[in-house]
């Protein structure tokens, strides 16, 4: 996303990953300070969808996540900042299992992205459906072996995808 949008726009966000909703949420207020933004391209879930093995229970249960999302997005909303939101890439949850120390289940996956995709209409934010980005393409040739992460081609598919959903953001603030 930064080679992509060198020149244009400066990339900036935590070193580390963020984490599941949880974190997202007590961290916002120091990262909104930290980066000052005038646009946030966002997405937390796949850390939420983590299972130990054998249990039925996600690491964030749905109705906590989904009250994680409004209270995120109210908050940038108050701030006056605009707010793209990118949906959980896929899984393939066989390779998962047979590489993590935990599992992630795509029937999750779905129900926690259309629990995004619920907040993001009430709030009315522009989505980046990366899910769907990645599904279109074939997720068995851009995920590596543990099932969640991406080998170099298919980071540079999904780098390409949110710098051009944010470029063309970036010009509606320009016009407006």
Not at 72 to 96: G, M, N, Q, R, Y
Not at 127 to 149: C, M, N, T
């Amino acid at each position: 996303v930064r080679r992509e949008l060198e020149g244009l726009a400066e990339v900036l966000g935590p070193e580390k990953n963020g984490g599941d909703s949880d974190n997202v949420l007590r961290n916002l207020p120091e990262w909104l300070e930290t980066f000052p933004a005038d646009l946030v391209h966002l997405n937390c879930g796949l850390h939420d969808i983590k299972r130990p093995f054998g249990s039925s229970s996600n690491g964030i249960p749905r109705f906590q996540y989904a009250d994680n999302l409004r209270q995120i997005f109210s908050h940038l909303v108050a701030h006056k900042i605009p707010v793209i939101w990118a949906t959980s890439t896929p899984v393939d949850e066989k390779l998962h299992h047979q590489n993590k120390s935990f599992d992630r289940f795509e029937a999750d996956l779905e129900h926690y992205n259309a629990t995004a995709l619920e907040a993001c209409r009430e709030f009315g934010l522009e989505v980046d459906d990366l899910f769907g980005l990645i599904e279109r393409a074939g997720k068995s040739a851009y995920l590596l072996d543990d099932g969640v992460h991406f080998k170099p081609e298919g980071y540079q598919l999904l780098g390409r995808e949110v710098a051009r959903v944010i470029r063309a953001a970036l010009e509606k603030l320009r016009l407006k």
